[in-house]
T-cell receptor, first 114, second 116 residues
């Protein structure tokens, strides 16, 4: 089983739609969770961290369910510019800064259509 | 904000030659940097953790003699792909932690390596 699993998609949605992605992780000791966005042939960029209480940033809402070991990302009112691959990222190596390597999911591709 | 820069962004080399990729933290000191590799339509895979002033820590299955990592200063880590083969063609990307930004992890722009 992969450490971090995501539905690869693609998710094809019309502009204005609401879309949700889920991601499951296998290591129950994982401490930090993130959603990154990666555009084609570019480096990943941090979209948002995921907190236990859930957090929202504009049209984006992230949630963490530790009991079921999954995190989610909700995008409301999708824009054409939201088209990208969304990477679920987990730090399973513990809190030591020196070991804060990240484990990436394979990404979920979103295509927002006009 | 903090910036991590990689160079070169694209490189084409012949089989059997070596290629060096640089990763620099531009406005912060990074005692630890990470090197990833990403094949098309796949996720980023951690290759190694680069530690300033000491040996890099390689992930299982990554040949340390083939992928040489040097972290000689607090702002520079280099990855050298030695005796490159076409199967080494990939997107190589580094990241570094910025302690001054709440331990935020920043990525370089990535380097596309094509071995012909």
């Amino acid at each position: 089983r992969k450490e971090v699993e995501q539905d690869p998609g693609p998710f094809n949605v019309p502009e204005g739609a609401t879309v949700a992605f889920n991601c499951t992780y296998s290591n129950s000791a994982s401490q930090s969770f993130f959603w990154y966005r990666q555009d084609c042939r570019k480096e990943p960029k941090l979209l948002m961290s995921v907190y236990s209480s859930g957090n929202e940033d504009g049209r984006f809402t992230a949630q963490l369910n530790r009991a079921s070991q999954y995190i989610s990302l909700l995008i409301r009112d999708s824009k054409l510019s939201d088209s990208a691959t969304y990477l679920c990222v987990v730090n399973s190596r513990g809190g030591d800064t020196g070991r804060r390597a990240l484990t990436f999911g394979s990404g979920t591709r979103l295509q927002v259509q006009p | 904000g903090a910036v991590v820069s990689q160079h070169p962004s694209r490189v084409i080399c012949k089989s059997g030659t070596s290629v060096k990729i640089e990763c620099r933290s531009l406005d912060f000191q990074a005692t630890t940097m990470f090197w990833y590799r990403q094949f098309p339509k796949q996720s980023l895979m951690l290759m190694a953790t680069s530690n300033e002033g000491s040996k890099a820590t390689y992930e299982q299955g990554v040949e340390k003699d083939k992928f040489l990592i040097n972290h000689a200063s607090l702002t520079l880590s280099t990855l050298t792909v030695t005796s490159a083969h076409p199967e080494d063609s990939s997107f190589y990307i580094c990241s570094a932690i910025s302690p001054g930004s709440g331990n935020t992890i920043y990525f370089g722009e990535g380097s596309w390596l094509t071995v012909v």
